[in-house]
């Protein structure tokens, strides 16, 4: 029998401000798919995964379902999903390590507080070594996590994700702000993981098409809070959907080594 899908959102709608910010949205994540969340700026993309996770609720209508269960408990859900948002860096402490951010990530916690927290084990500091090593991000174990560079923070973070065996990783435009070989590297690290069967599945958010790396197979396109698009990346992503969803200059797109390169104000194609 084929296992209950990772998420559901079943005619899913929000509203904040008397603003309606997800309208009517319908999506079936499942367990052996990784997806894309593609959309402009204000489009409903972070509060879908507020909802995910449970940090908001449906208040105008419909439900989330996870691992086939409508209410689960809370606290054991968001230890299974990994959240990586830039805006979570300022939850870590400046001075903790970065090998000491990763550990926290056992015990889905910010800041590895000793009064608090189970004994650290010697499989814990191995597992934290290990996924800082896969990373590529050995050499800043002992560094103070308030100094590293943006991208160094990033794959901190989504090695502490990591450190839980999670079901589900988000990953919240992990490349805003990146240098391009920044950004580059990071996108290659991501599509040696991805390709390893046994890796958590993944839902990654961007504004950028050239972002998607080819084990994203599946895409979700927001609009103003509701879905333009849904399903496989070859079949969703093209110039004209790009030209209406950011309401820009029509466009072609340019496809290597499975990378959806865009290229903008193509005006030879609209005339």
């Known amino acids: 029998m084929p296992s209950a899908p990772l998420l559901e959102f079943k005619d899913v709608s929000f509203e904040a ?67 990586v948002a830039s805006h979570l860096v300022r939850a870590v402490p400046p001075e903790e390590s970065a090998i000491e951010t990763v550990l926290s990530g056992r015990f889905a916690q910010w800041g590895l507080r000793p009064a608090s927290r189970p ?17 590529g991000i050995t050499s800043i174990t002992t560094r103070p996590f308030g100094q590293l560079s943006q991208g160094e923070q ?21 490349c ?3 240098d391009p070989g920044g950004r580059e590297r990071l996108l290659e690290d ?51 959907l790009l030209s209406d969803v950011f309401r820009t200059a029509p466009c072609r797109i340019e496809v290597e080594n499975g990378r959806y390169w865009p290229i903008w104000g193509d005006r030879k194609r609209s005339e």
Request: hydrophobic residues 40%.
């Open 17 to 83: 401000a008397g603003h309606k910010i997800l309208d009517r949205v319908n999506w079936t994540m499942r367990e052996d798919e990784h997806w894309v969340l593609l959309g402009p700026n204000g489009s409903g993309k972070t509060t879908l995964l507020r909802l995910a996770t449970g940090f908001l609720w449906p208040n105008a209508g419909g439900s989330i379902w996870r691992c086939g269960q409508k209410c689960i408990d809370l606290r054991s859900l968001r230890q299974s999903i990994g959240w």
């Open 119 to 135: 004994q650290l084990t010697r499989d814990d500091h191995h597992r934290a070594a290990s996924q800082m090593e896969q990373l």
């Open 154 to 174: 990033q794959r901190v973070l989504i090695a502490r994700a990591r450190m839980a065996d999670p079901l589900l990783i988000l990953l919240d435009e992990p």
């Open 176 to 178: 805003a702000g990146l």
């Open 190 to 240: 991501l599509n040696v993981w991805l390709a390893d069967s046994d890796a958590p599945r993944m839902v990654f958010v961007t504004h950028h098409v050239e972002e998607i790396i080819p084990p994203m197979g599946h895409t979700l396109v927001l609009d103003r809070g509701k879905i333009v698009r849904c399903g496989s990346t070859d079949q969703v992503v093209n110039a004209s």
